[in-house]
């Protein structure tokens, strides 16, 4: 999401570009894999653990980290971030809600357009809940709690100074939020998706793992929690907390931090695991990652609620992602960020 190294200012060139590759392959790699668990848990369900819940927190926890990078580390102009944000999210947007739309026309999920139009205004989350919602939308509930982190976040970093005081709001913000997930969860009886779809409580995961990546680039993350074998760790156990017997808010309280904490400290993990994320397949299946999590949910639909053979409908995400990541994500977003 960014082509700015931390390592550029104290590298020669050479070595700050080598970094910098390495850099975003693995950050890539953290994409990939979030991608591989959401198609995974969709289409080949693991029993026990929803695979796809836990990738859509890999991704939270993971824009938590590149936007503390980008707004407070990097101090990314705001005009200049958010035309790139838009670059990136909504001409591909745009094109998915409309040709899924035409193309769903008549289906058992036929589309309804006023949920299109808040699929289209980033307002899905709440009126999925409270007005109006179309099976092939439902997952831009989260696409609209990452958009709404963005203004959150980059109105931070204009009203409030100094990172010392940034990480201490960041972290009452995010456990706030995660107080109002459990207690709307178990005193006042909602379910899941109408307590974890709300930005007011899911923003957790972004905001927290930001407040991480601002205490690791100030030093003060404690030795013992960047140390890889720690890290690991975390991230087994946050893994473990998602299995689904574990209460859906537990999963919040105590699995969240973990893979917060691991994203943002496993970078230098080394042996297998930096390997498999820098590798080439999970490098690609991140950069596609956005066009195959805009275009997984209405085939997903038809697998889940029509019992349809899912191996032919996993082929064609992955065609209608391509066509999109190369026709319409890339070139509109080359296009826009040049001439904009």
Same mark, same amino acid.
């Given at each position: 999401?960014?082509?700015?190294?931390?390592?550029?200012?104290?590298?020669?060139?050479?070595?700050?570009?080598?970094?910098?590759?390495?850099?975003?392959?693995?950050?890539?790699?953290?994409?990939?894999?979030?991608?591989? +668990?959401?198609?995974?848990?969709?289409?080949?369900?693991?029993?026990?653990?929803?695979?796809?819940?836990? *990738?859509?927190?890999?991704?939270?926890?993971?824009?938590?980290?590149?936007?503390?990078?980008?707004?407070?580390?990097?101090?990314?102009? +705001?005009?200049?971030? @958010?035309?790139?944000?838009?670059?990136? =999210? %909504?001409?591909?947007?745009?094109?998915?809600?409309?040709?899924?739309?035409?193309?769903?026309? *008549?289906?058992?999920?036929?589309?309804?357009?006023?949920?299109? +139009?808040?699929?289209?205004?980033?307002?899905?989350?709440?009126?999925?809940?409270?007005?109006?919602?179309?099976?092939?939308?439902?997952?831009? &509930? !989260?696409?609209? =709690?990452?958009?709404?982190?963005?203004?959150?976040?980059?109105?931070?970093?204009?009203?409030?100074?100094?990172?010392?005081?940034?990480?201490?709001?960041?972290?009452?913000?995010?456990?706030?939020?995660?107080?109002?997930?459990?207690?709307?969860? $178990?005193?006042?009886?909602?379910?899941?998706?109408? !307590?974890? &779809?709300?930005?007011?409580?899911?923003?957790?995961?972004?905001?927290?793992?930001?407040?991480?990546?601002?205490?690791?680039?100030?030093?003060?993350?404690?030795?013992?929690?960047?140390?890889?074998?720690?890290?690991?760790?975390?991230?087994?156990?946050?893994?473990?907390?998602?299995?689904?017997?574990?209460?859906?808010?537990?999963?919040?309280? +105590?699995?969240?931090?973990?893979?917060?904490?691991?994203?943002?400290?496993?970078?230098?993990?080394?042996?297998?695991?930096? *390997?498999?994320? !820098?590798?080439?397949?999970?490098?690609?299946?991140?950069?596609?990652?956005?066009?195959?999590?805009? $275009?997984?949910?209405? @085939? %997903?639909?038809?697998?889940?609620?029509?019992?349809?053979?899912?191996?032919?409908?996993?082929?064609?995400?992955?065609?209608?992602?391509?066509?999109?990541?190369? =026709?319409?994500?890339?070139?509109?977003?080359? &296009?826009?960020?040049?001439? &904009?």
């Amino acid at each position: 999401m960014t082509d700015i190294s931390a390592t550029a200012g104290v590298l020669p060139r050479a070595a700050a570009d080598r970094a910098a590759r390495t850099r975003l392959a693995y950050l890539d790699g953290w994409r990939g894999l979030s991608i591989a +668990l959401v198609l995974i848990g969709h289409f080949f369900p693991v029993p026990g653990i929803n695979l796809g819940v836990l *990738g859509v927190e890999f991704f939270f926890v993971l824009s938590g980290r590149l936007m503390g990078e980008i707004l407070f580390i990097e101090r990314f102009p +705001l005009k200049k971030f @958010f035309k790139r944000r838009f670059s990136r =999210i %909504y001409p591909a947007l745009l094109v998915f809600v409309f040709a899924a739309m035409i193309g769903l026309a *008549g289906t058992f999920i036929a589309f309804k357009w006023k949920a299109a +139009l808040t699929a289209l205004t980033f307002t899905y989350n709440y009126a999925g809940i409270f007005v109006n919602r179309a099976g092939a939308l439902d997952h831009i &509930w !989260s696409l609209a =709690i990452e958009e709404h982190s963005y203004v959150i976040l980059a109105l931070i970093s204009v009203v409030v100074s100094g990172r010392a005081n940034v990480v201490r709001l960041l972290v009452a913000l995010s456990l706030l939020a995660m107080a109002n997930g459990a207690i709307s969860y $178990w005193v006042l009886g909602m379910d899941y998706e109408t !307590s974890y &779809w709300r930005t007011d409580v899911h923003i957790a995961s972004i905001l927290l793992s930001a407040a991480i990546c601002l205490l690791k680039a100030d030093g003060r993350l404690s030795a013992f929690l960047r140390n890889r074998h720690v890290a690991l760790a975390a991230a087994a156990g946050a893994v473990l907390l998602f299995l689904d017997p574990v209460p859906t808010p537990v999963h919040y309280l +105590l699995g969240v931090p973990l893979l917060a904490l691991a994203v943002n400290t496993l970078d230098h993990a080394g042996g297998y695991l930096t *390997g498999l994320l !820098s590798s080439r397949p999970m490098v690609m299946l991140g950069l596609w990652s956005y066009s195959l999590y805009l $275009w997984q949910q209405p @085939f %997903y639909k038809f697998v889940y609620d029509r019992d349809v053979t899912p191996i032919p409908m996993l082929a064609a995400v992955f065609a209608c992602a391509l066509a999109s990541y190369y =026709i319409v994500e890339k070139p509109a977003r080359g &296009w826009l960020n040049r001439n &904009w």
